[in-house]
């Protein structure tokens, strides 16, 4: 049999026998096999065999051959999926073999046919296209899947009838396109027409429909065959371009009256553009001369840093010219190197949100030396957003940040003048303070040499004497330790300081002072009091100057009631503010004015000094001085300064 189909079929073939249904699945599974061929065909094993192959591979060519010519059974083995039925004979080979040649060539057919419905199936849905097809009779048809997805629906979700079809249709179309489609019907002639469906989500779309009336002999009747081609996109733009045009034809009635209107106004406006022209280029000249006359330097900058701008006041700080820096790098030709990221930092934050800000640095001149210019950076940007230009404008700052230095050594020098004027003022307290230790050491040693010059002295009390020596020495050496501390002259440096500390340390040093004079002494100091950033020295004196006021205010009134009082405590704007309070005359109308006024004072040998440089203090510091009186008599000295807010 093998040798005779392979002489039939002009090729080499292999067959693959089996004896059982689960032998025939593995070799089906593991070979490449064209047609499925059963011997010896009868019911009801052999019918049972056929249907579970053909259950299994329906697109596989199944040939029945059997012993006899049975009716009724070819017609069950055809039934069940066979594609040939043939009768044993000794033309069986011949007709087996023609039966597999055409199996295979109709597999081939099948599997082309396949590859075109689906190229097919792919070119519609790339193209939006979709099939239809209407029996006319029945009003039954087919629709193609991407019908289905035009109409926003699940291929096969809903069965393909003429009704259907009309229901998928926006309502205002539907007797339109079915006026259109019984027309078409009458007059045998091709349909075609523009509607609108809606999807189930509501969304509207455009399609062409397109068909033609074809005539089924066979089945005597007519169906109706045409494409579903989804046109929403275009009829959209068709539609916009309709109203762009309605309103480019409006425009252009409506500009070409303007133009008439406008034409006789052109040779005008032309001829103001020239003499705006000339006043711009005057102008630019006019900006040019003033940039060169101001002492500001003024270098412009652009986005990448380089400099295309320099005006006659950074030629002569620098000592370059504009031509010698036109196109350079700023940080590569003027910068010190330590300092070029912290510029470059500076230009690199400014932005929309913030066009503008400020940077004080050192720039290198032609002959070396260097100069601290203290600059403010502005932003011009293009009609995009970016960066065009940066305009730095700066003054030469360093021959002031001399003077300021020099002013600040100057102050640190009054002040030391004052603490030492200070202690002058306190010299009758602090000698009758001395005189106190100093009177028990002479006392203690009269004691001890009389102790000695006894026949019977105890060494107990001689150490006892001396211990009473040793301990007044000590309050002795105390109190001129403070002395020397308070009159050293220490660099006026800022640091973060305890305000209550500090006005525990003015108490401890007036202690002395108000004791003398009867004074009492109440302080109210604020807990967990900020740090302020302050010249500890410089503030220490202000208190001082401030105390020792009020307690020559009530000495010289030789007030009954002579008290002081000292409050501390925070504002809501961030400020820590201190009030020294009296009990003295207070400060008359006249001169509450005038009161912080240089050389102004109302003391017999005053210098009219001391409460302007605590102003000048004060203020340097960002704080605020100033004097009230209370409604039952005395002054209230206030001043404020912010808190340290480094450490947040």
């Not at 193609?144 to 259907?164: H, K, Q, V, W």
């Not at 100057?410 to 603490?419: K, P």
């Not at 002395?483 to 525990?504: M, P, T």
Request: glycine content about 4%; overall charge negative.
């Amino acid at each position: 049999m093998k040798k005779t189909l392979s002489e039939f079929l002009d090729k080499q073939i292999h067959i693959y026998q089996s004896t059982d249904y689960k032998t025939a699945i593995n070799q089906l599974d593991d070979h490449a096999i064209d047609v499925i061929l059963i011997n010896d065909f009868s019911p009801p094993h052999s019918l049972q065999l056929l249907e579970k192959l053909f259950g299994k591979y329906p697109n596989m060519p199944i040939i029945v051959l059997a012993d006899v010519m049975d009716a009724d059974m070819a017609r069950q083995a055809l039934t069940a999926g066979a594609l040939d039925y043939l009768v044993k004979a000794h033309e069986t080979p011949f007709l087996l073999a023609h039966s597999i040649r055409f199996t295979r060539q109709l597999k081939k057919s099948q599997n082309q046919l396949q590859r075109i419905t689906s190229n097919f199936e792919n070119a519609q849905r790339t193209a939006h296209l979709g099939s239809w097809e209407i029996d006319l009779k029945t009003r039954k048809g087919s629709w193609s899947d991407e019908f289905y997805r035009i109409c926003g629906l699940e291929p096969g979700s809903i069965t393909a009838t003429a009704e259907n079809g009309l229901q998928l249709i926006h309502p205002d179309d539907r007797e339109r396109v079915r006026s259109a489609i019984q027309q078409a019907i009458e007059n045998k002639q091709r349909y075609e027409v523009i509607k609108r469906i809606v999807r189930p989500d509501g969304e509207v779309r455009y399609v062409l429909s397109q068909g033609d009336i074809i005539t089924d002999r066979e089945h005597e009747s007519d169906r109706l065959v045409g494409s579903f081609l989804d046109i929403t996109e275009r009829v959209l733009v068709e539609k916009e371009l309709e109203n762009i045009d309605a309103e480019v034809e409006e425009r252009v009635a409506q500009r070409t009256s303007e133009l008439k209107k406008s034409r006789a106004i052109l040779k005008g406006e032309v001829r103001a553009r020239i003499q705006t022209q000339e006043l711009l280029r005057q102008e630019n000249e006019f900006i040019t001369t003033v940039l060169d006359t101001i002492s500001a330097l003024v270098v412009v900058l652009d986005e990448n840093g380089n400099m295309v701008g320099f005006n006659r006041a950074a030629e002569q700080a620098t000592g370059y010219s504009a031509i010698d820096v036109y196109g350079k790098s700023a940080w590569e030709y003027f910068l010190p190197e330590n300092e070029v990221e912290t510029a470059k930092t500076t230009i690199d934050n400014l932005s929309i949100e913030h066009p503008s800000n400020t940077y004080q640095g050192h720039w290198l001149t032609r002959e070396g030396t260097s100069i601290l210019i203290d600059w403010i950076n502005t932003v011009l940007f293009d009609e995009s957003g970016k960066i065009k230009y940066i305009i730095c404008s700066g003054i030469d700052i360093t021959d002031s940040t001399r003077l300021q230095e020099a002013g600040s050594r100057h102050m640190l020098d009054l002040f030391h003048m004052s603490r030492l004027s200070t202690m002058g003022e306190m010299a009758t307290e602090i000698a009758h303070e001395l005189n106190q230790p100093l009177a028990a050491i002479a006392s203690f040693s009269e004691t001890c040499q009389r102790l000695l010059n006894q026949d019977n002295w105890q060494l107990e009390d001689i150490a006892t004497t001396l211990k009473e020596i040793n301990l007044q020495a000590a309050r002795a050496g105390d109190i001129i330790r403070e002395l020397r501390i308070f009159a050293s002259k220490k660099q006026a440096h800022r640091s973060s300081v305890d305000i209550n500390q500090l006005i525990k340390n003015v108490a401890h040093l007036i202690e002395v002072e108000t004791r003398y004079h009867g004074i009492s002494l109440q302080m109210n100091l604020a807990e967990s009091l900020p740090l302020i950033m302050a010249n500890k020295v410089l503030i220490e004196q202000v208190i001082l100057n401030l105390v020792r006021n009020a307690i020559e205010a009530m000495t010289q009134s030789k007030t009954h009631n002579q008290h002081m009082k000292i409050t501390v405590k925070t504002t809501k704007n961030d400020m820590v503010k201190v009030s020294i309070s009296d009990t003295g005359p207070g400060i008359s109308p006249k001169s509450i004015s005038r009161i912080f006024e240089s050389f102004y004072t109302t003391k017999e040998d005053g210098t009219g000094m001391g409460l302007s440089i605590c102003k000048s203090i004060i203020s340097n510091h960002g704080g605020e001085l100033w004097v009230t009186n209370n409604l039952d008599g005395g002054a209230n000295f206030h001043f404020s300064l912010p808190i340290n807010n480094e450490d947040d």
